[in-house]
């Protein structure tokens, strides 16, 4: 390692440890949109060995693997670690940048650039999620809501409870939309319908289709089939009552056509 690596690598694992991460990091809510902080390991052989919780001079302060945990005070000197040993994690915000030994960890730092493809992803989302929320939640009705539970379940992805169903209709960006309550009142209260009439039944709040979901799509496709046919016949009719009317009126005189050919002549 070069003295000017080293430096660099002192001074900024010194800035990282003073935001040294809690036990558990928080990854969701608004605890997880503020959380800035670092865990530093350190691996021996690819296995878990240290956790770097403070750096004294040229001194590393750790916990060390004990087998279930990183629970065994010791500490060892920062000439003593190859710097590819050190295994570094910036939660950043919902964000995770992951650094492989002490040179990638320099150089993100210095240079920034997963922080800027970090800034680039979220400007994108920012905008997505501007644009989604300009856009009204369409509730799908009973019989779609229907068909799209069934065509998850035999894909493999069924869907459980109402929060699930949200995102699968509408991807994880209906939480940040400003109609995601009354959207999700709605949704539930056709589930809940669908639970009463038969089709799901609902346990602790997860919910599972039953054999019965898969009649009633038969037969309101069934009755679907039979209204389409109904109104086809319905406009033939018309259409030939008109030809009717319009036969009897032209043969009782009463509409006239020009002569197109004289054959008198």
């Known amino acids: 390692m070069t003295t000017t690596l080293r430096r660099l690598s ?9 935001c040294k991460c809690p036990d558990l990091v928080p990854r969701s809510g608004e605890a997880g949109a503020r959380i800035n902080c670092f865990s530093v390991y350190i691996d021996k052989d690819s296995e878990p060995y240290l956790l770097v919780h403070a750096l004294a001079g040229e001194s590393l302060e750790c916990l060390e693997w004990s087998g279930a945990r990183f629970d065994l005070p010791k500490t060892v000197s920062f000439s003593d670690i190859p710097d590819s040993d ?3 994690t910036h939660f950043y915000g919902y964000s995770e940048v992951q650094y492989k030994g002490l040179r990638d960890f320099v150089a993100g730092k210095v240079f920034r650039l997963p922080y800027l493809k970090i800034r680039i992803v979220r400007s994108i989302e920012s905008v997505d999620q501007y644009f989604f929320n300009k856009k009204k939640l369409v509730t799908k009705q009973r019989i779609e809501l229907l068909r799209f539970l069934v065509s998850r379940h035999l894909d493999g992805k069924s869907i459980k409870s109402h929060v699930e169903l949200m995102t699968g209709l509408y991807s994880i960006k209906w939480v940040l939309h400003p109609e995601r309550e009354s959207q999700h009142a709605r949704l539930r209260f056709y589930l809940d319908s669908l639970v009463s009439t038969g089709e799901l039944t609902s346990l602790n709040g997860d919910y599972e289709l039953t054999g019965k979901a898969l009649q009633t799509i038969e037969t309101y496709e069934e009755q679907e089939r039979k209204h389409t046919e109904s109104v086809k016949a319905q406009r033939a009719n018309a259409w030939l009552t008109a030809a009717i009317v319009f036969l009897t009126a032209a043969q009782a005189g009463i509409i006239k056509f020009s002569t197109l050919v004289d054959l008198s002549k």
């Open 10 to 18: 002192l001074r900024l694992l010194t800035k990282a440890l003073a």
């Open 86 to 88: 050190f295994s570094i």
